[in-house]
């Protein structure tokens, strides 16, 4: 593999920059309805990522408190 890569690094190069081109000239042709789409996921996501850190916060913040009970507890 490491061999394939070495000799073919010129066409490897320039199929990689042709499909970041592709990919670019892709994404600037998306319709409006497609755009809305992305942007109302992309707030879903963000609402539910926002609603998840009081719940992570909490679990972390119980699970240092019991392991800290339990230390305590075992030097009584």
Do not use: C, Q
Request: overall charge positive; cysteine-free; glycine content about 6%.
């Amino acid at each position: 593999m490491k061999n394939f890569v070495s000799e073919n690094r010129r066409y490897l190069a320039v199929a990689i920059g042709s499909m970041a081109v592709m990919a670019s000239s892709a994404h600037a042709d998306l319709p409006a309805a497609a755009t809305t789409a992305l942007t109302e996921i992309e707030t879903g996501i963000t609402d539910a990522s926002d609603a998840a850190w009081p719940l992570i916060g909490a679990a972390l913040a119980a699970g240092i408190l019991i392991k800290l009970v339990k230390r305590f507890a075992n030097k009584i």
